[in-house]
């Protein structure tokens, strides 16, 4: 069974500062099958990348993703205020079949 | 406008049944997978269940397997999750999902809450 392990647990940051998200894959992740979403209090999860490192429609461009196998990253290049949230990675294919992380809460420090 | 919208969550004792909708509109409901994703509290979300748009080919998590069904209505664009035997630990916000590119959920309803209390 695949388990994805998103670190850090909580990430403090400041408006206008690069973050770093992790997503670690227990076995490696077929074809990038590797989504982010962002969540916020009261909300369903919004799509930010799919397949590893393409930008969801109506995605700003200072998030990106990288990563292959079983090491993956989310970037925020400048970070506005409105970007403080929790953060999930799912993958697609190894059982279970659809697998999210446990999430990185982005907070303001 | 891509628009999902549950319906039919509420307060169930253990082993009581729920029968939750997801009513779909702003694209061709057919041509694409849809999955329950449920989220407990303070947890992250899971895919309970999945189905193909031709109704065929379907997934369950192995913590409903047996005791929730998924099916779909192609021609009211609704989906829809049959649960039943259920237990505490299947207390949630359920959302209606749609599968888009690279096998990412696109488009989540907003939820509805399931919650199993004596």
């Known amino acids: 069974e695949i388990v994805l392990t998103q670190s850090p647990g909580t990430l403090s940051s400041s408006p206008g500062e690069r973050a770093t998200l992790s997503c670690r894959a227990s076995q490696s992740i077929n074809n990038n099958y590797l989504a982010w979403y962002q969540q916020k209090p009261g909300q369903p999860p919004r799509l930010l990348i799919h397949g590893a490192s393409s930008r969801a429609t109506g995605i700003p461009d200072r998030f990106s993703g990288s990563g292959s196998g079983t090491d993956f990253t989310l970037t925020v290049s400048r970070l506005e205020p409105e970007d403080f949230a929790m953060y999930y990675c799912?993958?697609?294919?190894?059982?279970?079949?659809?697998?999210f992380g446990q999430g990185t809460k982005l907070e303001i420090k | 406008e891509v628009q999902l919208l549950e319906s039919g969550g509420g307060l169930v004792q253990p082993g009581g049944s729920l029968r939750l909708s997801c009513a779909a509109s702003g694209f061709t409901f057919s041509d694409y997978v849809m999955c329950w994703v449920r989220q407990a509290p303070g947890k992250g979300p899971e895919c309970v269940s999945s189905m193909t748009g031709d109704s065929i080919h379907t997934y369950y998590a192995d913590s409903v397997k047996g005791r929730f069904t998924i099916s779909r209505d192609n021609s009211k664009n609704t989906l829809f999750l049959e649960m039943n035997n259920l237990r505490v630990d299947d207390t949630a916000i359920y959302y209606c999902?749609?599968?888009?590119?690279?096998?990412?959920?696109?488009?989540w309803g907003q939820g509805t809450l399931v919650a199993v209390s004596s």
């Open positions: 999902a749609r599968r888009g590119s690279a096998y990412a959920f696109d488009y």
């Open positions: 799912q993958q697609y294919g190894s059982s279970p079949l659809y697998t």
